[in-house]
């Protein structure tokens, strides 16, 4: 019954290679977000998308580039990873883009060697 | 730009006590006021939220108040418990989207 789902839990690789993260929601929610939470715990958010439309993109660089099949994912695909990607990644949604309430996914801790 | 100040960013307080953590904003078309509780290596979890329409909301053992006028808005436990212990954080909802502060580690000592 996990409402906002991440794969994988735990990503470790090296610098230069390309990967992605899943983020799946069952609550029927409109619109999906991913934040970035680095080693200091700041939480930022990287991208909102609503009904798959790209709605929020908060200057994050072009190695990053998030999809949206469907309004139930939203995937964040990495190229060239560095150093300064390593972080813990939460993808969440909420009902719509004006809603208030934010629902988190486990996470991904990725790290980059 | 849109900015959310959070203090102090670590709290150490004995198990009974109570224990207060302060938000600032800066967008004064903020109008939702949420509280995320973080346990290590856990997701975020919504604990409380304030509306702009409301100063003040309670649950059980944890509060918030809110001043529109100043852009202050505060979480408050009282009676704290170990179980208490974790980082929590403050959001304004700007335009489509939350601003977090900086977060806060409490510790609740027994």
């Known amino acids: 019954d996990t409402a906002v789902s991440q794969t994988p839990k735990y990503l470790v690789t090296q610098m230069g290679n390309d990967k992605s993260i899943k983020c799946e929601q069952n609550l029927g929610h409109d619109t999906m977000y991913w934040y970035k939470q680095d080693s200091k715990k700041f939480l930022k958010i990287m991208f909102s998308?609503?009904?798959?439309?790209?709605?929020i993109n908060e200057t994050v660089p072009n190695r990053f580039s998030p999809k949206s099949p469907d309004k139930a994912h939203l995937n964040l695909h990495i190229n060239s990873l560095e150093l300064g990607d390593s972080a813990v990644y939460f993808c969440?949604?909420?009902?719509?883009?004006?809603?208030?309430?934010?629902?988190f996914g486990p996470g991904t801790r990725l790290t980059v060697t | 730009g849109e900015n959310v100040e959070q203090h102090p960013s670590t709290l150490s307080v004995q198990e009974g006590d109570s224990a207060v953590i302060k938000c600032t904003y800066s967008d004064s078309a903020s109008n939702y006021f949420p509280w995320y509780k973080q346990e290590l290596g856990k997701r975020p979890q919504l604990i409380i939220d304030i509306r702009s329409n409301v100063g003040e909301k309670k649950d059980q053992r944890i509060a918030v108040t809110l001043n529109k006028t100043a852009k202050h808005f505060s979480l408050h436990i009282t009676e704290t418990q170990p179980e208490d212990s974790a980082v929590y954080f403050c959001a304004a909802m700007g335009t489509y989207k939350y601003i977090f502060g900086t977060g806060t580690r409490l510790k609740v000592l027994a």
């Open positions: 998308y609503n009904n798959k439309e790209l709605i």
């Open positions: 969440a949604s909420s009902q719509s883009v004006s809603s208030y309430e934010q629902y």
